[in-house]
């Protein structure tokens, strides 16, 4: 199911009631729930034993309320969407919820911690001989044709996440934060290397999208990160590593040869530096902060929408620029009022306080890793919900919340923790008797 949310182009087209596609992970989803329902007391537990995740399912439950008060105003067709939508964004949580009921043994953890950061490393390694045409676009030529369906990003080398960089981009970020952490943890030289690789592939395709999205995510996680060796009494052996990773950098971009020096380049001019010499950072989407200045006037001119919110994916019914705010905190407002808006942020806020609690609790070794790098992540992207719906269910960030929901799931997981200190943080043991 995880592996699933790596492969987003669409396998169909649904024209019945409205015209939506079919893809992937919806199959495979619907599939997996002859599995899951059989368990589904098991889950139900763990969702309501675990804080995040149930603050993630009331936001969820509270979402489809919004639906069913504005089913006339969306109209059935939008509704069909809209719920399909919603439905996708459910199941993330369901899923979570089945990783940390089904993985009973910590090995099985570090096995699927390790195929998570493999799957973020295929899609840069897809998307670097994308650039390089050395494999072609894979999705469909009727998205093609149709300028992307998502802005007009037909030409971005995506591989087989979503056409618009806002999915590779956040991606990116998560992948970037999960490796400098197992390289913590990593001793083998050989997969230091391959780690080292495909982080730097992964920088390279930062660029190739033009994510500016990412150049922050990764600037804030880098900012971190070296926060972090300041208090690291193995600072020495980092900084090694650290220097090794800038050393690899300059041999692949050196190796890659005018081809991928042009590329950095030229993304960097396009996305940040012609921007901020016509007109001072504010150029750098000037629409952003149009629709950001207008929040005031669209809620003095439609105030119901702070009580029910206009529906989810129905924004654009109220907003006086464009379909969506572009910054997720005003998003949920507007879709689902201040109700949902307090549900959202106190899921952001339990996701970050069991973050601070396990990363305290959990054993020397992955463990540690892996939750310092979900937590160098998770503030990028607390801060990158400023300027786009990274961590909800929009159309341009497709199944981004998933891999968020899978990677928090795979780092917030007990097994992490000794079953003593497991009691005290008010979570389920994690050995596998509890399961």
Partial sequence: MVASYFYVIPVTQISHVATTDFRLYDMVFIFGLIFLLPHFGQLRANIRSHKWLSRYMFFSLWCVVTVVFNLF??????????????GRFMAYGLVAAAILTFITKKEDLEKLVRFFFLLIALQALLSTLQSLGLVKQ????????????????EDLP??????HHLHPGTLIV????????LLRYEKRLGVRLFITVSVVLMLYTSFIVVSR????????????????????????????AVFWLIVVIACLIWLGGEGVQENISDSWNKGFEDKVEADGLTNLSPSRVAMWLDFPNVVMKHPWILIQGAGIQNAGRVLNIGV???????????????????????????IWRQSSLVVQAAEPGMGQAV???????????????????????????FSLTGQIMAFAALSLHPLWIPSS?????????????SH
């Fill in 73 to 86: 105003l969306l109209g059935y067709s939008q509704a069909f969407i809209a719920a399909g939508r919603l």
């Fill in 138 to 153: 894979l999705w469909p030529d009727y998205w093609l044709q149709a300028g992307g369906q998502a802005g007009g990003y």
């Fill in 158 to 163: 995506v591989g087989t996440l979503g056409l």
């Fill in 174 to 181: 998560l992948g970037t934060s999960l490796g400098l952490g």
């Fill in 213 to 240: 999205s990412a150049w922050l995510g990764l600037a804030i996680v880098v900012a971190l990160f070296f926060l972090s060796l300041v208090k690291d009494p193995k600072k020495g052996a980092m900084l090694g």
């Fill in 324 to 350: 969506a705010m572009h910054n997720n905190y005003l998003h949920v407002i507007v879709e689902t009022g201040i109700i949902g808006f307090y549900l959202y942020v106190t899921m952001l806020l339990a």
């Fill in 371 to 397: 939750i310092r790098g979900f937590r160098g992540a998770f503030a990028a992207l607390l801060v990158l919900n400023f300027f786009n719906e990274n961590f909800y269910m929009q159309y341009s960030s």
């Fill in 421 to 433: 200190e497991n009691k005290q943080l008010g979570v389920p043991s994690g050995d596998k008797k």
